[in-house]
Structure formats: structure tokens, C-alpha cells
């Protein structure tokens, strides 16, 4: 992390419980950040707009598979979407599943395609024109909508884009993956569940009431024996960018120091169902919360990924209950052995300040 990045010298040390899913806690600790530790490098950019060598610039199309699709469909393309030549799950053969003892397997049947975001090498997320923004989410949900309607077998379908190599990015250039799967991932499955559980008891979507905690609830909370006040919670405290149809928020319980989700306003389930009309708007608080993110910490690799309402049989029972949302996750620490033995996400920076940070970043 680069070195102006600092945080109150002030220590909160808490653990923190995820709203959506108790089960997966954070704990703060920002008296961490003063350790010595390495950090992720800070990715390298490449900001050419055109490399010889690489195969997902434009003029190389032949060092690829054949396109699914590209925008626009004709002339020369801005988007190009392929298929992954090295697939995590594929539809190329069939292979039965089997059970011995305790051991059970199923097919990996699938998809796994490249969305070859824009024809420019280098370029950033927040350095993109809205309106191509837009185009990308577009190309997102048709591709999904494709995948669903080509196979009763898929249940879930997730983008997610890496940026960087400790992010998992092979290529610098531009892209995003498409993955196709017959059954809904595990964080997927418990956060479905656990709103839907939520839903049942209090008659509201969970992801609804924490937007509107965010844009309404204030309190200040004191000291039990000196009452001297230990925090104070301000409207909007949690709010990074607003639209008029998406708000992008810093969760109260980070797992990543300056993660950030970006939710629609209104109640909405499944990601296809947002309007092509407000795909621009989402757009906007996208490329605005990158730069933010961008102009705090320059150069972090990051992942992010879109996490919607599973097409499995549930989808319409769960509909009232989940809220679709896109998660972007910087990269700027390297679990630790505690971290990877208990679960626990430790978060060195108050996500009340990464917050305000990243709020008061001038675009």
C-alpha cells in the first residue's frame, strides 16, 4: 500500500458480524497496520493502448477462439467475448458423477468465456466512457441471459473481473470472465439463505434495510461509566457514491480494507431485470467509485465480482428476499495463516474512515 495511505492512529480492535451473513465475521484491527508486513505490490499498469504480442488486442483476433458475440455487431468491435482456452469447467465432454464411502463427485459441466472488455490494451475501469461502461453491463447481461436459457443444468452464472496477478490476472489486458455452473456457489447459496431467513422473521429485505441505514440512521454511542462519547454513526457515513437508481456503499463489516459494494436502490433480485435505460446510471457510480478507489490507492489489483439471484428452482420464492449487488474487493494485504485457518477477515483500516477517504476524493 502506498505510504500516504494512513489511518488514525487511534485503535479500534472489535469483531464485527456480517449483517447478511453472521457466520462470517471481521475482526478490525487497525493497531495491525502499525506491524511490520509486505504487502501486495501495486500492479503495474500498462497503459499502452495497442501491444503486437497480446491476443486480445484488436487486429490479433486470430490468436483467439472464434467470438460469441461483440458490440457493436458490426464493424469494428469495442467488446469481444471468446471462450476461455483454459476453462475451469466446460461442456466439451460428458463424464458421470460417483459416490464411494463418503466421496461424491458431479459433473463439471459448464461454461467459461473471456469478455474482452475494450479494444484498448491498458485502459482502466474509471478511464472508460460511461456509455462503453454501460455497453459492458449489457454484453453482461445478455451473455447470462444466453447461458440460462441454453441449459436447464445451469443454476448460476458469475462475472467477476481480476485486475492484477495476485488478483489471479494472466493477461494485462482488459477482461472479464463469465462462468457457467450447474450448482450455486457456497457464499452465493448462504447469502440467499440468510435473507431469506432474514425476510421470513422481519418481512423486509435485509440488503434494503441496510441502504436505508445508510442514507437515514444516525446514533451516538457513549461510554457505559465515564459517558464519554466513543462513536458517533452520521447519515451517510457508509455511503462512497450515489446515482439516481445504484448507491455504492463500504460495508459495515469489510472483509477487505477499502471493499466497496454497489447495490440498486430499489428492491431487485435478479440482475437481468435491471433496465437498459439504467445501465447508464449504474455506469456513472461505477467509473465514479473506481477513480475514488483509484485516486486513494493508485495501483492496487483488485477483483469484483456480481452476485445475483440463483435460476434454480427457489428463484421466485427468493426474489422478495435477495438484492442482487457487485462487490469489488482491493488487494492490498496478503492473508495471513490466522486468516486462512479461522476464517476470520482481519481489516487493519476503520471502514467508517477507508470510507470518508475515499467519500471526500475530489473527481
Same mark, same amino acid.
Given at each position: 500500500?502506498?505510504?500516504?495511505?494512513? &489511518?488514525?492512529?487511534?485503535? !479500534?480492535?472489535?469483531?464485527?458480524?456480517?449483517?447478511?451473513?453472521?457466520?462470517?465475521?471481521?475482526?478490525?484491527?487497525?493497531?495491525?497496520?502499525?506491524?511490520?508486513?509486505?504487502?501486495?505490490?501495486?500492479?503495474?499498469?500498462?497503459? #499502452?493502448?495497442?501491444?503486437?504480442?497480446?491476443?486480445?488486442?484488436?487486429?490479433?483476433?486470430?490468436?483467439? %477462439?472464434?467470438?460469441?458475440?461483440?458490440?457493436?455487431?458490426?464493424?469494428?468491435?469495442?467488446?469481444?467475448?471468446?471462450?476461455?482456452?483454459?476453462?475451469?469447467?466446460?461442456?466439451?465432454?460428458?463424464?458421470?458423477?460417483?459416490?464411494?464411502?463418503?466421496?461424491?463427485?458431479?459433473?463439471?459441466?459448464?461454461?467459461?468465456? !473471456? =469478455?474482452?472488455?475494450?479494444?484498448? *490494451?491498458?485502459?482502466?475501469?474509471?478511464? +472508460?466512457?460511461?456509455?462503453?461502461?454501460?455497453?459492458?453491463?449489457? !454484453?453482461?447481461?445478455?451473455? +447470462?441471459?444466453?447461458?440460462?436459457?441454453?441449459? @436447464? $443444468?445451469?443454476?448460476?452464472?458469475?462475472?467477476?473481473?481480476?485486475? /492484477? %496477478?495476485?488478483?489471479?490476472?494472466?493477461?494485462?489486458?482488459?477482461?472479464?470472465?463469465?462462468?457457467?455452473?450447474?450448482?450455486?456457489?457456497?457464499? !452465493?447459496?448462504?447469502?440467499?439463505?440468510?435473507?431469506?431467513?432474514?425476510?421470513?422473521?422481519?418481512?423486509?429485505?435485509?440488503?434494503?434495510?441496510?441502504?436505508?441505514?445508510?442514507?437515514?440512521?444516525?446514533? &451516538?454511542?457513549?461510554?457505559?461509566?465515564? /459517558?464519554?462519547?466513543?462513536?458517533? =454513526?452520521?447519515?451517510?457515513?457508509?455511503?462512497?457514491?450515489?446515482?439516481?437508481?445504484?448507491?455504492?456503499?463500504?460495508?459495515?463489516?469489510? #472483509?477487505?480494507?477499502?471493499?466497496? *459494494?454497489?447495490?440498486?436502490?430499489?428492491?431487485?433480485?435478479?440482475?437481468? @431485470?435491471?433496465?437498459?435505460?439504467?445501465?447508464?446510471?449504474?455506469? $456513472?457510480?461505477? $467509473? $465514479?467509485?473506481?477513480?475514488?478507489?483509484?485516486?486513494?490507492? /493508485?495501483?492496487?489489483?483488485?477483483?469484483?465480482?456480481?452476485?445475483?439471484?440463483?435460476? @434454480?428452482?427457489? #428463484?421466485?420464492?427468493?426474489?422478495?428476499?435477495?438484492?442482487?449487488?457487485?462487490?469489488?474487493?482491493?488487494? &492490498?494485504?496478503?492473508?495471513? /495463516?490466522?486468516?486462512?485457518?479461522?476464517?476470520?477477515?482481519?481489516?487493519?483500516?476503520?471502514?467508517?474512515?477507508?470510507?470518508?477517504?475515499?467519500?471526500?476524493?475530489?473527481?
Amino acid at each position: 500500500m502506498p505510504d500516504d495511505v494512513k &489511518t488514525d492512529p487511534s485503535e !479500534v480492535r472489535e469483531i464485527r458480524i456480517n449483517p447478511i451473513v453472521p457466520a462470517e465475521s471481521v475482526l478490525v484491527a487497525t493497531a495491525r497496520s502499525m506491524r511490520p508486513k509486505k504487502a501486495e505490490e501495486l500492479a503495474p499498469r500498462d497503459t #499502452r493502448k495497442h501491444v503486437e504480442t497480446c491476443p486480445f488486442c484488436r487486429g490479433n483476433e486470430h490468436k483467439t %477462439p472464434p467470438p460469441i458475440l461483440t458490440w457493436p455487431e458490426t464493424g469494428d468491435w469495442q467488446i469481444r467475448m471468446v471462450e476461455n482456452l483454459y476453462p475451469v469447467l466446460g461442456d466439451d465432454r460428458a463424464q458421470a458423477g460417483f459416490t464411494f464411502g463418503l466421496q461424491q463427485t458431479i459433473d463439471g459441466y459448464g461454461r467459461h468465456e !473471456v =469478455i474482452i472488455d475494450h479494444h484498448e *490494451h491498458g485502459i482502466a475501469i474509471q478511464d +472508460m466512457a460511461e456509455s462503453h461502461l454501460a455497453a459492458l453491463f449489457g !454484453v453482461y447481461q445478455t451473455r +447470462m441471459r444466453q447461458l440460462f436459457e441454453s441449459d @436447464d $443444468r445451469l443454476k448460476y452464472v458469475l462475472v467477476f473481473k481480476n485486475f /492484477g %496477478p495476485a488478483a489471479g490476472a494472466s493477461i494485462p489486458h482488459t477482461h472479464s470472465q463469465v462462468i457457467a455452473m450447474p450448482v450455486v456457489p457456497e457464499n !452465493v447459496d448462504a447469502e440467499v439463505r440468510n435473507s431469506a431467513a432474514h425476510y421470513a422473521k422481519h418481512h423486509h429485505c435485509i440488503f434494503c434495510a441496510l441502504i436505508d441505514e445508510a442514507l437515514t440512521f444516525e446514533a &451516538t454511542i457513549y461510554d457505559r461509566n465515564s /459517558g464519554a462519547v466513543r462513536r458517533k =454513526i452520521n447519515v451517510g457515513q457508509y455511503v462512497v457514491e450515489r446515482g439516481e437508481k445504484f448507491i455504492a456503499i463500504k460495508p459495515f463489516a469489510s #472483509r477487505y480494507e477499502w471493499e466497496v *459494494h454497489i447495490l440498486p436502490l430499489a428492491h431487485q433480485a435478479d440482475f437481468l @431485470d435491471v433496465r437498459g435505460e439504467d445501465l447508464a446510471d449504474l455506469a $456513472r457510480v461505477m $467509473r $465514479r467509485t473506481m477513480a475514488r478507489l483509484d485516486a486513494v490507492i /493508485g495501483g492496487a489489483q483488485y477483483n469484483f465480482f456480481l452476485h445475483s439471484v440463483p435460476h @434454480d428452482t427457489q #428463484r421466485s420464492a427468493h426474489a422478495p428476499s435477495y438484492h442482487w449487488h457487485l462487490e469489488i474487493c482491493p488487494r &492490498t494485504s496478503i492473508p495471513t /495463516g490466522f486468516e486462512l485457518g479461522s476464517g476470520l477477515f482481519v481489516n487493519t483500516i476503520n471502514p467508517e474512515q477507508a470510507a470518508e477517504r475515499l467519500r471526500t476524493v475530489e473527481l
